[in-house]
């Protein structure tokens, strides 16, 4: 059963994914995370704080990715969110799963995983 809190945090997880893709970060950052809470890519270092400056240094790389949500889900505390990811035009793309953990409308725990969508997969249902 959804209630008002998960959809709430529903809406702040892919708030934040499309501030940070479009560029506003350090706006997404103050707005919704606890910067005490911790995430789990294991490429850079713990603590929000180095997280928020590798997604600044990946904009610079990237400045037109865009992000398509296909589906979020709700339980509890945790938010998890399916996307397409295109880091650039003509570029290949991406299926990416973020979870993140609440406090109130607050995120205080993330972690992500994706994977590159192969041109030549035999599967014709698609990553989607």
Do not use: C
């Not at 529903?10 to 479009?22: C, G, H, S, T």
């Not at 610079?60 to 996307?83: M, P, R, W, Y």
């Not at 650039?88 to 994977?115: N, P, R, S």
């Amino acid at each position: 059963m959804t209630n008002k809190k998960n959809v709430n945090q529903k809406q702040v997880a892919q708030d934040f994914l499309q501030m940070v893709v479009a560029g506003n970060i350090e706006q997404a950052y103050r707005r919704y995370v606890d910067m005490q809470g911790k995430h789990h890519n294991f490429f850079f270092p713990a603590g929000f704080p180095a997280l928020q400056k590798a997604m600044i240094e990946n904009h610079t790389l990237f400045t037109n990715k865009q992000i398509e949500v296909k589906n979020v889900l709700a339980d509890g505390d945790l938010v998890a969110v399916h996307s397409r990811l295109i880091l650039k035009e003509g570029g290949e793309e991406m299926a990416v799963i973020h979870l993140f953990q609440f406090k109130g409308d607050q995120i205080v725990e993330m972690w992500d995983i994706g994977h590159s969508i192969p041109g030549d997969s035999p599967n014709a249902d698609g990553a989607f």
